[in-house]
């Protein structure tokens, strides 16, 4: 039951969509919840409200809602959307000149929020419906949410009985008294996100890792069919009581509990507990997480603290890129300056891993990829101009292609490069050579090596 006393406040501050984004004025920052908890009715509502506000700056985590705001307003001149990382919604109205990106190290949003950015003067998310003792749960999404409530001035709650309720953690709930308002929605699905079907390359790839991986090792997987690999195999390998500490918990988690292979028996921090900061995957996903004691909720700021990662013992982490250079730097964020998603938690569990003790990070790509004109290696003399570097040449500790593990710690400009060239595809090895020695970090002595594994 409902406590009296929070039953009857709840009823006191629920009201209609409408009725809550009245308190958003022209030239206001609103901050909206990471992912599937963002709002939306309450973006609805405010775009029927488009008339009226000129000015709003909305600021978005992988806007995985429908961006009602931005379809009712081409011009942007009364809504205009903020990302701190880009999903393929948001690049739709990058596109159009409607969004912009926000750079930021994803450890460090919390922090950013509450003392670096435009203050958000409304904080609006969907979470799951209140409990007995007036929490609402932030679900799928607890990142930074608690930060931009503690820095707004309202606080707008949807409600939808879709969103799951995922224990934690820290500051991965809000209690009524926080709340402004409460809007009971009509309970529309969350966005799902199927897990992709890993191809020929990626699955090779999946299994150089397999092959580095043992009982007892902390996992963090990134988003793509590379992580969907590894899961797949691991659910079908031997390993054993492994865990679980990730910024983003997708279906390969899902997978690998179902077959028995993580227990968290070993970990440092959080034993027996699978850590998380957001989820997206399919409904089975959202399914197993709700109210389930086993899986815990964080803010980005613990989950993703290369400090934490570090103190971790056997953390493996698996991410993936775009292009990385001859000298080790990796952009995972753009091609050339075409903007495709953001900086994320790869750098900071790419440091967090390394320092683990017994520690690896990997970051993998396919060895090339396919253009109108044929395919293009991923492996570049240098990145393509204008190409952001997500993690440096000095942070980099393993790349990995369907050819092989390139180990970059400990190795000078033309170690780096002969170990590189020796995972990129056989098709593009010369002509990388030759580049190489033009750059002056190619020396006589160099192989020009096949398939190698680190």
């Known amino acids: 039951m409902i406590i009296d006393f929070t039953k009857d406040e709840y009823k006191t501050k629920l009201v209609s969509a409408d009725e809550a984004v009245k308190v958003v004025n022209s030239g206001d920052w609103v901050e909206y919840a990471f992912g599937v ?27 995985a809602m429908p961006h009602h705001t931005n379809d009712a307003d081409p ?22 000149g409607l969004l912009s990106y926000v750079p930021m190290k994803f450890h460090e949003k919390p922090f950013m929020v509450r003392n670096n950015c435009t203050g958000a003067k409304v904080c609006m998310f969907t979470a799951s419906p209140m409990d007995r003792h007036g929490y609402f749960s932030f679900g799928s999404g607890a990142p930074a949410t608690m930060a931009a409530i503690e820095m707004a001035d309202y606080v707008l709650v949807e409600v939808n009985e879709n969103c799951p309720r995922v224990l934690g953690g820290n500051q ?22 199927p897990a992709a079907n890993p191809s020929p390359e990626e699955q090779k790839i999946a299994s150089y890792i397999i092959e580095k991986l043992y009982d007892g090792c902390c996992l963090q997987l990134g988003i793509g069919g590379i992580p969907n690999a590894v899961g797949a195999m691991v659910a079908k390998s031997d390993l054993k009581d492994l865990g679980v500490h990730t910024e983003m918990y997708v279906d390969a988690y899902l997978e690998m509990t179902t077959a028995g292979k993580i227990t968290g028996k070993y ?12 989820a997206m995957g399919t409904q089975d996903l959202y399914d197993f997480i709700d109210d389930n004691p086993g899986v815990i909720s964080y803010s980005v700021d613990y989950t993703n603290s290369p400090v934490v990662v570090a103190k971790i013992d056997d953390f493996v982490s698996i991410n993936a890129c775009i292009e990385v250079d001859i000298f080790g730097q990796v952009c995972s964020e753009s091609v050339g ?5 953001g900086t994320g938690g790869q750098l900071d569990f790419v440091e967090g891993a390394y320092k683990s003790k017994n520690g690896q990070s990997f970051i993998c790509m396919t060895s090339t990829f396919n253009t109108p004109k044929g395919p293009v290696s991923r492996i570049k003399p240098t990145l393509t101009p204008g190409a952001i570097v997500t993690s440096p040449r000095t942070a980099t500790h393993m790349i990995v292609t369907e050819y092989g593990i390139a180990q970059m710690k400990g190795k000078s400009t033309w170690e780096r490069a002969e170990a590189l060239i020796g995972i990129a595809h056989p098709d593009f090895r010369e002509t990388l050579i030759k580049d190489a020695e033009a750059m002056g970090i190619w020396r006589s002595s160099n192989k020009k090596g096949s398939t190698k594994v680190a």
Request: charge should be positive; include cysteine; glycine fraction near 6%.
């Open 75 to 96: 011009t942007g001149d009364h809504f205009y959307w903020n990302s701190w990382h880009c999903g393929g919604l948001d690049r739709t109205y990058y596109k159009k």
């Open 37 to 63: 908890n963002a709002p939306n009715e309450l973006d609805a509502a405010l775009a029927r409200r488009k008339d009226e506000l000129v000015g709003v700056n909305i600021r978005c985590d992988i806007g």
């Open 337 to 341: 300056t075409k903007h495709i998603s």
């Open 267 to 278: 970990k440092n921090i959080d034993k027996y507990k699978q850590v998380f900061s957001f």
């Open 172 to 193: 991965e709930c809000v209690h009524l008294s926080q709340v402004t308002h409460v809007v009971e929605s009509s309970n529309v699905a969350l966005p799902t996100l």
